[in-house]
């Protein structure tokens, strides 16, 4: 793996968790989110551990905080969700600042404000510290069905090929004085989205037959096997462990 | 299999597609060992048709292949795509994998080789093709006469017994064209190459073969059968403007 496919999510960096093995991360942070979203929403000092938890992360990582914080906007539109909540449930309302709020719609927003933030941000310090090659080499190593990692990589791979013929086919639409400008045009561009899949499909036949030519017989070759260590499963588990001792807190206390 | 069989031996081939179109009417084609020879043909001649029965792509029809003695049949496919190496026209068909380095391992890996005898078989393998300093690279990233010859790369990590290159030299600048012939004359294997490029073909392949209309029309020395003006037009071959076979001295090969 070298700088290859350094994706924009991607944090290039050495520290310790930088270091561990994509499956390792991937299994934590699956499992982290799990107890995350396990925990009872009225243990709310127990949310405000799990986001130190996740600014520890952040730290051994050597993420800085506004890193973190602006691929946090991914969010947003969850979040507007939960802002609607509190004016749309139903049962016993409260006034604020001269609105009537409902009370279950306010847990119900702080539930899914407060589970979504800590998800996305797990998420967003697994994606800027694994590369994307490597993620789907630790999705492979998880028993991930085969296909849906194959699936996945040639997504990646022939994502930019894809990408580029579209813009060749725009461009020769241009020059043929075309511009799409409102509704009547939109046949136009349905046709070329058609005309976009059909040569991406023949393009799929073209791949599968070199595939085949080299000896392609259903399953990828397994070309990087990255095992880990006991040690290494230890430190990824840090994490989720951690979290679950807080989440039985939260329900016992 | 036996050392004194020739590389490629076809015989009797003949071959309709399933919708009726009968594509070769009967060709009949031996290749020695470590020769180089030119496969010209109009378009629609059945060139591609006859590639993909030489791995076995395309079965079914009438008459046989083989590759080193070994017939192209189900039970030795496996075997069958080892030894013959085709490299498709359009790289990007060719390079599926998401970097160099594993796209070059990706024949070799699906034969069940792995570690370090597949580094070193990978390492080989771009070194022949003056790529090694791009292992790490995605393909997309490379420029086009780059990616041709990774694609060639991928298939010499399997050390074919014979190499099929379809039309090598399309959309390469002169200085990739020439390149990729100084790499292709350095190489120690059987050539097998389609082309609608005649000069290429001379500087190239001492011995050619042309096939027209599903059967072989003629078969000798390249030079010969380019100055042959009534053969080529009665073929629609057609050499570049000014450009004189007979002009040129072909080197011994």
């Not at chain 1, 991360?25 to 699956?30: I, M, Q, V």
């Amino acid at each position: 793996m070298g700088a290859g496919h350094a994706h924009k999510l991607f944090r290039h960096g050495h520290s310790p968790v930088h270091a561990l093995p994509a499956h390792c991360k991937l299994a934590a942070t699956f499992a982290f989110v799990l107890v995350v979203v396990s925990t009872p929403r009225g243990a709310v000092w127990a949310f405000g551990l799990y986001a130190v938890l996740i600014a520890t992360v952040a730290a051994a990582a050597r993420i800085p905080a506004g890193f973190l914080l602006r691929r946090l906007v991914i969010e947003v539109p969850f979040v507007l969700f939960a802002f609607l909540m509190p004016f749309v449930a139903e049962g016993e309302r409260v006034g604020f600042l001269g609105m009537s709020l409902s009370v279950p719609g306010l847990w119900g927003a702080w539930n899914v404000l407060a589970k979504g933030t800590l998800g996305v941000a797990a998420s967003v310090l697994l994606a800027s510290t694994t590369e994307l090659r490597a993620l789907l080499l630790g999705l492979q190593r998880l028993r991930l069905p085969p296909l849906l990692v194959q699936i996945a990589s040639f997504m990646i791979r022939y994502g930019d090929v894809i990408t580029d013929e579209l813009r060749r086919m725009s461009i020769a639409r241009r020059s043929r004085g075309f511009e799409a400008r409102g509704v009547r045009h939109w046949g136009v561009l349905a046709k070329t989205a058609g005309a976009l899949f059909i040569r991406s499909y023949e393009r799929g036949e073209r791949v599968y037959l070199a595939m085949v030519s080299r000896g392609y017989a259903g399953s990828m070759p397994v070309i990087d096997d990255v095992a880990a260590t006991r040690a290494q499963w230890a430190y990824a588990a840090a994490l989720p462990v951690t979290a679950l001792a807080v989440c039985l807190m939260g329900w016992t206390l | 299999m036996n050392d004194d069989s020739p590389s490629l031996e076809v015989s009797g081939l003949a071959f309709a597609y399933p919708d009726g179109h009968q594509a070769l009417f009967g060709v009949d084609l031996t290749v020695g060992r470590g020769e180089r020879v030119a496969l010209l043909g109009p378009n629609g001649a059945g060139k591609t048709t006859l590639v993909l029965h030489l791995n076995g792509i395309l079965t079914g029809g009438v008459g046989t292949v083989s590759v080193a003695g070994l017939p192209v049949a189900k039970r030795n496919l496996a075997e069958i795509r080892r030894r013959v190496g085709i490299v498709f026209q359009d790289p990007d068909d060719q390079l599926f994998m998401p970097t160099v380095r594993e796209d070059v391992a990706f024949g070799p890996a699906a034969a069940g080789m792995r570690g370090a005898e597949l580094e070193t078989r990978v390492r080989e393998a771009l070194e022949q093709v003056g790529m090694a300093a791009f292992a790490d690279r995605p393909p997309h990233h490379l420029s086009f006469g780059q990616r041709r010859r990774v694609a060639v790369a991928t298939v010499l990590a399997m050390r074919p017994e014979i190499l099929v290159l379809d039309e090598p030299s399309s959309n390469l600048d002169p200085a990739s064209r020439r390149e990729l012939a100084d790499i292709l004359r350095s190489l120690d294997v059987t050539v097998l190459m389609v082309t609608h490029d005649l000069p290429y073909a001379l500087e190239l392949c001492p011995r050619a073969v042309i096939l027209s209309e599903g059967v072989i029309a003629a078969d000798g020395p390249t030079q010969r059968l380019l100055c042959d003006e009534k053969l080529m037009r009665a073929h629609r071959l057609e050499l570049p403007f000014g450009f004189d076979p007979r002009s040129v001295t072909v080197g011994a090969a």
